[in-house]
């Protein structure tokens, strides 16, 4: 018997999960309660159990949300995957040393010079190598009591400074550590 984790969404499940999460941030409503066990599912499962409901949401998300923020963000990784496909970065360094803990490699996006010229170029549902702030959402959830999400869960992963992006090996660098 299969024991690994299936998530399956319809497909207005997932566009109405992806606009909340788009809407959280730009018209600063709460969270529904699809879209709170979608981020819990996203976190609690390790790579080999996402599924295309996951990346389906996050494709549609990436598309239509320009971030505000422009940081510098860091994935750990054994190997270097191919572009285009989509994940967890963090926005600070010694989570990803952690993550690594020290072996492999080290991708840095700076997502300002890659984002400079986006709104000039694209509209919504077009954008190119956009991320989205999945730790802002755990923090604005802290902040506004919750949001159905348990304390410990928040404390737990509010730390990781967690961004969902496509990996672009043409505008990141990577390095190995050493």
Not at 101 to 123: A, H, M, R, S
């Amino acid at each position: 018997m299969d024991q690994r984790f299936h998530y399956r969404l319809s497909k207005n499940q997932k566009s109405a999960i992806a606009q909340n999460l788009i809407d959280i941030l730009e018209k600063d409503i709460e969270i529904t309660e699809h879209t709170r066990r979608f981020i819990c599912n996203w976190i609690l499962t390790g790579p080999e159990e996402k599924r295309k409901a996951f990346f389906d949401v996050w494709d549609i998300v990436l598309k239509n949300y320009l971030p505000k923020t422009r940081p510098i963000l860091f994935r750990a990784c054994v190997r270097i995957g191919k572009s285009d496909k989509i994940t967890s970065f963090t926005g600070r360094l010694e989570s990803a040393k952690r993550f690594s803990n020290g072996k492999g490699f080290l991708i840095i996006f700076d997502t300002n010079e890659t984002l400079q010229f986006v709104e000039k170029l694209y509209k919504a549902g077009e954008y190119k190598r956009t991320f989205y702030p999945l730790g802002n959402v755990l923090k604005k959830a802290r902040n506004s009591g919750g949001w159905g999400f348990t304390e410990r869960f928040l404390n737990d992963f509010i730390g990781e400074d967690e961004y969902i992006m496509r990996i672009d090996q043409g505008y990141s660098y990577s390095l190995r550590w050493i």
